[in-house]
């Protein structure tokens, strides 16, 4: 099982990011996907969850209206659109399989099985 999430990078508050997360090893359409993130010295975060089919999108309070999870089962693939990018988003931001997620536990880390490596993303005010 592989999750490569790439697409971070610095940008200035207001601006915009587009992180991908290529999936392999596993049953991608069969599985929710989600984002979490974790800033420096602080607890790892949901951030946002989609569905096997793309059709339900679950957000935290803080990044509802600006960030857009989707996904395209043929190519394996699950996007985060930032949009409006604050200096408090800053964090690595981790792509997540949920194979055995049902929309009860979602926004839970611990229900996910297979984790990516992480991409910084930093904003700067």
């Known amino acids: 099982v592989q999750l490569q999430a790439y697409g971070g990078g610095l940008v200035q508050a207001g601006g915009s990011l587009r992180l991908s997360c290529a999936a392999s090893g596993f049953t991608f359409c069969n599985s929710y996907m989600a984002w979490f993130c974790q800033a420096s010295g602080k607890e790892q975060e949901f951030v946002a969850v989609i569905n096997q089919g793309g059709g339900s999108a679950t957000y935290t309070d803080s990044v509802k209206g600006r960030f857009t999870i989707s996904r395209d089962n043929r190519k394996n693939t699950v996007y985060l659109q930032m949009n409006s990018l604050r200096p408090e988003d800053t964090a690595i931001y981790y792509c997540?399989?949920?194979?055995?997620?049902?929309?009860?536990?979602?926004?839970?880390?611990?229900?996910?099985?297979?984790w990516g490596q992480g991409t910084q993303v930093t904003v700067s005010s």
């Open positions: 997540a399989a949920g194979p055995s997620v049902i929309q009860s536990n979602a926004a839970n880390a611990i229900a996910y099985a297979y």
